[in-house]
């Protein structure tokens, strides 16, 4: 197991309280608290741009846009109070160890030597239960035992501000406190909702639940963030007052507190629990087959109102902790099979994230799973973000990619969108899921054919659905009929890197495009449609003939494909080759695959291997693919690379997929 060792003290806060976490199996650029949604995804900063390290206690965590999601720890400890969590301004504890799963990110803490804490912020990912996976909520569990073997009178105080309830801070919020089946709960929400509506990428609707056992020895408060938790710090415990002053979110702040009073604390470990989360009855607006409305959230189908959802959830810990491990130890067991622990560093850092840019919607018999492109422009169900997260769907549940094409499907069949290529998103902003009726999206023609062809006989060959197939064939048509016309030498047109510029016969488009008629020649086939079937595959099969000549630069050693024809001394990461793997098309000649592999760690920089010949910076997702179909050497080039940048990176927000392979950032 590879231990990061902070040697850089870069925070004056870090370094005046000589803390030295180990960070296992990497210190990630931001880490992970509660990564559920588009909505409910905040984060710890650590790279050194802006952030302290990875250190829980002495930095506010943040929402992804890097806004404060006030959330504050503290304990008492024989009548001295730490902070273990937030920067509210007080004597703090030491971390010694902080650790991430798929689901959870879990801290050690030393407290004055005297007690030892465990925190863990658990998000759940559990791909075969909608049920659980529906629900919008995050799991803090918080343990102490003793550390020096003495007893030691304990308490353990959490709160969470009102900044989670809207991107505006001048905006009035309003909260409530009730218990419910052994739950206690502060409710808060933005006093005037505005449905579906955003403000710093922050939701302006629904409701947050912050939860904690109703037990003995459980006091709380709502009021002045200043006197919850100076109340706290002077007295180990709460007054169980309303503030009802409802006011705006940074008007003498409010906070909502809980505090657990543990009593003697012994070497055998207690805990306390905390969940938190977000309900919204109706989450997206949608343009589909039967006309625009709202959809509602998923988990409105399994319970009757937001505290049933909030009470299942904060009881459901241990059966929810039992699941979670057991996708833990499945995505651990597989990496560290398939390319060793530096693997699982990448692979365990990225599955809350993938899953935390989606949300199940709809019924339980017409369910839709919707994506934000994130920290981007917002648009939903991307079809070229979808793409690179195909992988991760298909390895846990294929029925994701599924319900994720749905809408894109029903909007375009039902006439929505008027051009004759595949539509780039669902919606210019999430979560509105208007579509494009004038067709104006962001064009990237010959990538979205060749992704929602790839992508949907992936997810027929995984799921044994050629029924699928068969209800989308005549789309599905339209499409390669547009990748047969534009595929061989493709048109002065954007990629999914739409950031690196428009290009005329870029090789590596081309070849998504020649990959997705080959698949629609499975499709056909798989769908009865023969005569179909044997045209694609001959079309297929010339044009990549032609590709070879006009996309490989032979008279270099080593040999590779060139950025875009002709141009010989360009280079870029050929990564659509992925999917004709993936696929198991054989459409592309094994001999291309080994020039690439051979190729590539010829030009890898100290982080990786540039996109192309444009720029030093690359994309983490396409190295992933390139790997992917690499040697085992030159795969493991490309992870431990990015390994390494994720440990040393000075970016201090969520695992970004476009960094520089030179400086990191
Ligand atoms: C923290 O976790 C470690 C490792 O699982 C365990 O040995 C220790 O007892 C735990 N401490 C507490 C306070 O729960
Ligand atoms: C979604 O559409 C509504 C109008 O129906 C609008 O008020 C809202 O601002 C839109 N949301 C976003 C994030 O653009
Ligand atoms: C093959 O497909 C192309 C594009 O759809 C079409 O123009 C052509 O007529 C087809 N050829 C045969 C023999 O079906
Ligand atoms: C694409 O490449 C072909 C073959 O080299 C060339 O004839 C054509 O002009 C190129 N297209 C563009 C738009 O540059």
Redesign the pocket.
Known sequence: MQLWHFALLVSSFVASVGAQSTFTPARPPALPLAVKSPYLSTWLNAGSDGGNGGYLAGEWPVFWGNQITGWCGLIRVDGATYTWMGLPGSNTVTQTAFEYTSTKSIFTMDVGGKVEMNITFMSPITPDDFKRQSLIFSYLNVEVSSLDGNDHDVQVYADISAEWVSGDRGTTAQWDYGTTDGVAYHKVWRQTQLAFSEINQQAEWGYWYWSTDAANGMTHQSGQDTVVRGQFSSNGALTNEADTNYRAINNAWPVFGFSSNLGTVNSSPVSTLFSLGLTQDEAIQYEGSSGYGPVPSLWKSYFTTDVDAVTFFHKDFSDSSALASSFDSKVATESIAVAGEEYLTLTSLSARQAFGATQLCGTESKTYLFLKEISSDGNMNTVDVVFPAYPIFLYSNPEFLKLVLDPLFENQEAGHYPQSYAMHDLGSNYPNATGHNDGNDEAMPLEECGNMIIMTLAYAQKAGDTDYLSTHYTLL?KW??YL??EALYPANQISTDDFAGSLANQTNLALKGMIGIQAMSVIAKETGHT??A???S??AHDYINQWQTLAINKNVTPAHTTLSYGDESSHGLLYNLFADAQLGLNLVPQYVYKMQSDFYPTVANRYGVPLDTRHTYTKGDWECFAAAVASADTRDLFIKDLATWVNETPTNRALTDLYDTGSGK
């Open positions: 048509k390669v009929s047969i016309d005569a179909d044997a045209n694609y001959r079309i």
